[in-house]
C-alpha cells in the first residue's frame, strides 16, 4: 500500500516556477515507478512525466520537456516536478500516482494516486 500526498502548488505568473512535492508513505516507495499527471478544467487527464523506480529513467510530454524536470528521492520517499518557465496552458490541478510497472505508468495505468495539488498560472 502507498498514500501520496502532493504540495506546493499555488499561483505564479507565466514565466515562473514552482517544484511540486510529493510524499509517499510505505516501506517499498523505492520499488515503485511515479509519475506526474495534470487535469486542466474540462479537458481529459493529460501525462506530464515519469520516472523509473532507479531514477536512471525519465519520460516527459511533448508539452513540458524542456521546462519540466522530474527527480525522487527515495531516502525520503518523494518525488519532485521542478516547473520552469510556466505558462498560462499549465494551470491544473496536478497529481502524482505510483504503479509498480514503469511502462503502466507511462500509459497512464496506475495503482495509487494523490488528490493532487492545484498549480495557477497567470498571464
Known amino acids: 500500500q502507498v498514500q501520496l500526498v502532493e504540495s506546493g502548488g499555488g499561483l505564479v505568473q507565466a514565466g515562473g516556477s514552482l517544484r511540486l512535492s510529493c510524499a509517499a508513505s510505505?516501506?517499498?516507495?523505492?520499488?515503485?515507478?511515479l509519475g506526474w499527471f495534470r487535469r486542466a478544467p474540462g479537458k481529459e487527464r493529460e501525462f506530464v512525466a515519469a520516472i523509473s523506480w532507479s531514477g536512471g529513467s525519465t519520460y516527459y510530454a511533448d508539452s513540458v520537456k524542456g521546462r519540466f524536470t522530474i527527480s525522487r528521492d527515495n531516502a525520503k520517499n518523494t518525488v519532485y516536478l521542478q516547473m520552469n518557465s510556466l505558462k498560462p496552458e499549465d494551470t491544473a490541478v496536478y497529481y502524482c500516482?505510483?504503479?509498480?510497472?514503469?511502462?503502466?505508468?507511462?500509459?497512464?495505468?496506475?495503482?495509487?494516486w494523490g488528490q493532487g495539488t492545484q498549480v495557477t498560472v497567470s498571464s
Open positions: 510505505g516501506r517499498t516507495f523505492s520499488s515503485y515507478a
Open positions: 500516482a505510483a504503479d509498480i510497472s514503469y511502462p503502466n505508468i507511462l500509459r497512464g495505468e496506475y495503482d495509487y
